[in-house]
């Protein structure tokens, strides 16, 4: 499975940035689909996670209310929806899958997309 990340950027605070992640060699469906970050010098932590078969999700307290995970019916692309960005959400954000039930934990995620930057000025 391969997973392509794409849709960061430079952004104002306030502004908005939809991400996507794209899955080939495999379907995403039945599986939980995650999203983390990782800004400089900080370790990896988790933003949002979307349960293919339910549509469940999950959020870090951080980012609720405004951001959504939301994925397409093909079980091939999963988007973060990124609203009223603070510079504080600075940072390089991964998309991943793996695991058949909706987990925060970066460590129970299997595949893993290349990042994508996003940088929010204020």
């Known amino acids: 499975v391969q997973l392509q990340a794409s849709g960061g950027g430079l952004v104002q605070a306030g502004g908005s940035l939809r991400l996507s992640c794209a899955a080939s060699g495999r379907t995403l469906a039945g599986y939980a689909m995650g999203w983390f970050r990782q800004a400089p010098g900080k370790e990896r932590e988790f933003v949002a996670a979307i349960m293919w078969s339910t549509g469940s999700t999950n959020y870090a307290d951080s980012v609720k209310g405004r951001f959504t995970i939301s994925r397409d019916n093909t079980g091939s692309t999963v988007w973060l929806q990124m609203n009223s960005l603070k510079p504080e959400d600075t940072a390089v954000y991964y998309c991943?899958?793996?695991?058949?039930?909706?987990?925060?934990?970066?460590?129970?995620?299997?595949?893993w997309g290349q990042g994508t930057q996003v940088t929010v000025s204020s």
């Open positions: 991943a899958s793996g695991p058949g039930y909706l987990s925060n934990r970066a460590s129970v995620y299997i595949y």
